[in-house]
């Protein structure tokens, strides 16, 4: 893994700007205005690798979301925005991807502290997706049409369909990548032209707040963006199960998906979840064995293993097991533990000790059953919340370890013997998951084939990267419909058929 550069450290100004922003006092905003949680209440946010606080977030209530709501509602029939220009949207947007490259620097060193990852990775891959995310969606909001309909009936009908913002969208984000989930997410609602109630997670609120600022300073009429932070089982049951959210989406674990989709039962609300996995690395016996183990490696340490689509699964044929399982394991042994904002880092902390805990009861649970360890797995004795990287072989299917999703990173490696691709594909697909798969192969028939076989919402290539214009989401339990791409817009949208006879 490569380390970044020491030009890649935060400049002073940029460490003092976000010190300064995170430990000031903070509100809620909805309805245009900052405003102070109903009960009055805050809880502590600390830096995941040395247990700092922070600053103090403010804890909302059902009380604040009923403020929020109606706060979204009224924005929904206000003609500032209900009646806005495609155009004028668009416009807004781009000066809000504008606004938040002028605000990089602070903005990824905000996330470093907050969240734990690396200043490299937050800098040079989190923001720019951020704001490439919310760039590619503003182009989205003049393209949003229905189509003309020839009809079979009897009569002369002009037919067609109308897109229509689906109303209050309650959107639920996480701790791993906090800005570029939230912008996810907002960017296509606000596209639609939907009013939108964000709520990020309690352990990394910070940015979201930052971005809050930005957006109260772009122009957007009063209500259409609102921010509230809290715990999960308060703001988030309460935005979940209101009457007045026409959408809810989620990013999170599955069991909350399916608390989510219970609430959201009340109203039938529309609802996108993307949810766990568990995804398989095959590298096929013709794969660049150097350019697959760096994949393999990469996959499941980046962000500390704390992605949805980690590669937590690694299948490879028995040609190149060992040379593959040991450069995947003298990667992990050389990588470098520390501080987002240390520039050698290479790896930062998970993001809380129960996070740790939990990632090696996994650990221990596996080796009890009779999993091998090639290197890590050990506690830490040190400050902070860090896990080494781990390799198991040795596992079987039934193994919780292997079976369930960690969110750490965990990598558990497997041999096949089989070149066929439809028990390769049996063995990749005994999951309970269907985010992602990735594949690694010099043959085009074996690419395409396994790319059909497979049961993923998304398979990647030889290194095939994910974008804003590409679909994302889950088959199985990794949840419910897409985003990004055409259909994450218009999944914030309704369809509305018009027959007017003449």
Same mark, same amino acid.
């Given at each position: 893994?490569?380390?970044?550069?020491?030009?890649?450290?935060?400049?002073?100004?940029?460490?003092?700007?976000?010190?300064?922003?995170?430990?000031?006092?903070?509100?809620?905003?909805?309805?245009?205005?900052?405003?102070?949680?109903?009960?009055?209440?805050?809880?502590?946010? %600390?830096?995941?690798?040395?247990?700092? $606080?922070? @600053?103090?977030?403010?804890?909302?209530?059902?009380?604040?979301?009923? =403020?929020?709501?109606?706060?979204?509602? $009224?924005?929904?029939?206000?003609?500032?925005?209900?009646?806005?220009?495609?155009?004028?949207?668009?416009?807004?947007?781009?000066?809000?991807?504008?606004?938040?490259?002028?605000?990089?620097?602070?903005?990824?060193?905000?996330?470093?502290?907050?969240?734990? $990852? %690396?200043?490299?990775?937050?800098?040079?891959?989190?923001?720019?997706?951020?704001?490439?995310?919310?760039? *590619?969606?503003?182009?989205?909001?003049?393209?949003? /049409?229905?189509?003309?309909?020839?009809?079979?009936?009897?009569?002369?009908?002009?037919?067609?369909?109308?897109?229509?913002?689906? @109303?209050?969208?309650?959107?639920?984000?996480?701790?791993?990548?906090?800005?570029?989930?939230?912008?996810?997410?907002?960017?296509?609602?606000?596209?639609?032209?939907?009013?939108?109630?964000?709520?990020?997670?309690?352990?990394?609120?910070?940015?979201?707040?930052?971005?809050?600022?930005?957006?109260?300073?772009?122009?957007?009429?009063?209500?259409?963006?609102?921010?509230? /932070?809290? *715990?999960?089982?308060?703001?988030?049951?309460?935005?979940?199960?209101?009457? @007045?959210?026409?959408?809810?989406?989620?990013?999170?674990?599955?069991?909350?998906?399916?608390?989510?989709?219970?609430?959201?039962?009340?109203?039938?609300?529309?609802?996108?979840?993307?949810?766990? @996995? $568990?995804?398989?690395?095959?590298?096929?016996?013709?794969?660049?064995? %150097?350019?697959?183990?760096?994949?393999?490696?990469?996959?499941?340490?980046?962000?500390?293993?704390?992605?949805?689509?980690?590669?937590?699964?690694?299948?490879?044929?028995?040609?190149?097991?060992?040379?593959?399982?040991?450069?995947?394991?003298?990667?992990?042994?050389?990588?470098?533990?520390?501080?987002?904002?240390?520039?050698?880092?290479?790896?930062?902390?998970?993001?809380?000790?129960?996070?740790?805990?939990?990632?090696?009861?996994?650990?221990?649970?596996?080796?009890?059953?009779?999993?091998? #360890?090639?290197?890590?797995?050990?506690?830490?004795?040190?400050?902070?919340?860090?896990?080494?990287?781990?390799?198991?072989?040795?596992?079987?299917?039934?193994?919780?370890?292997?079976?369930?999703?960690?969110?750490?990173?965990? #990598?558990?490696?497997?041999?096949?013997?089989?070149?066929?691709?439809?028990?390769?594909?049996?063995?990749?697909?005994?999951?309970?998951?269907?985010?992602?798969?990735?594949?690694?192969? %010099?043959?085009?028939?074996?690419?395409?084939?396994?790319?059909?076989?497979?049961?993923?919402?998304?398979?990647?290539?030889?290194?095939?990267?994910?974008?804003?214009?590409?679909?994302?989401?889950?088959?199985?339990?990794?949840?419910?419909? =897409?985003?990004?791409?055409?259909?994450?817009?218009?999944? *914030?949208?309704? /369809?509305?058929?018009?027959?007017?006879?003449?």
């Amino acid at each position: 893994m490569n380390t970044i550069s020491a030009t890649s450290a935060p400049t002073i100004p940029s460490l003092r700007e976000a010190r300064a922003f995170a430990g000031r006092k903070h509100r809620l905003f909805i309805g245009g205005n900052w405003v102070d949680p109903a009960e009055g209440q805050g809880f502590a946010t %600390s830096d995941p690798a040395t247990g700092e $606080k922070l @600053g103090e977030i403010p804890r909302g209530s059902d009380v604040d979301v009923d =403020r929020a709501v109606a706060a979204a509602r $009224k924005a929904m029939e206000d003609p500032a925005w209900r009646d806005m220009k495609p155009a004028q949207r668009a416009r807004l947007m781009e000066r809000l991807a504008d606004a938040m490259e002028s605000a990089m620097d602070e903005l990824g060193v905000l996330e470093s502290l907050d969240n734990g $990852k %690396s200043l490299r990775d937050a800098r040079n891959f989190d923001l720019p997706h951020a704001i490439a995310t919310v760039r *590619y969606n503003a182009g989205w909001a003049t393209k949003l /049409t229905g189509e003309t309909i020839s009809l079979s009936g009897p009569g002369n009908w002009h037919a067609f369909t109308l897109k229509e913002p689906v @109303g209050v969208v309650a959107q639920i984000v996480p701790w791993n990548a906090p800005l570029a989930m939230a912008c996810a997410k907002i960017a296509p609602a606000l596209a639609a032209g939907c009013a939108v109630i964000l709520k990020p997670a309690e352990e990394t609120s910070l940015t979201a707040l930052r971005l809050a600022e930005i957006i109260a300073e772009i122009g957007f009429p009063d209500g259409v963006f609102n921010l509230i /932070t809290g *715990y999960g089982e308060e703001v988030g049951a309460a935005l979940t199960a209101h009457p @007045g959210v026409d959408k809810v989406t989620f990013t999170g674990s599955t069991e909350v998906g399916r608390h989510i989709l219970k609430a959201a039962a009340g109203n039938f609300k529309r609802v996108t979840l993307e949810l766990g @996995g $568990k995804t398989p690395v095959i590298i096929m016996p013709d794969a660049d064995v %150097s350019k697959a183990t760096m994949g393999a490696a990469m996959s499941i340490f980046a962000n500390a293993g704390q992605i949805c689509n980690a590669g937590s699964r690694l299948f490879v044929h028995e040609r190149h097991f060992e040379e593959v399982v040991d450069g995947v394991a003298k990667i992990a042994e050389g990588i470098k533990l520390g501080g987002g904002l240390d520039p050698d880092t290479q790896m930062g902390p998970v993001i809380s000790s129960a996070q740790r805990n939990r990632i090696h009861d996994y650990i221990d649970g596996g080796l009890a059953d009779g999993a091998s #360890l090639r290197t890590g797995g050990k506690r830490l004795e040190r400050t902070g919340n860090f896990v080494p990287p781990t390799v198991l072989t040795g596992t079987s299917a039934e193994m919780a370890v292997r079976r369930e999703e960690i969110f750490g990173p965990v #990598l558990c490696a497997m041999s096949f013997s089989e070149d066929d691709l439809d028990a390769i594909a049996a063995e990749a697909n005994a999951s309970d998951y269907g985010l992602g798969a990735v594949v690694w192969t %010099s043959n085009l028939s074996a690419a395409h084939g396994l790319a059909r076989k497979l049961k993923a919402g998304t398979v990647r290539v030889n290194g095939g990267g994910l974008d804003p214009a590409l679909p994302f989401g889950g088959f199985k339990q990794s949840g419910w419909g =897409r985003e990004n791409g055409r259909e994450g817009l218009e999944a *914030y949208t309704e /369809t509305k058929s018009v027959a007017i006879s003449y």
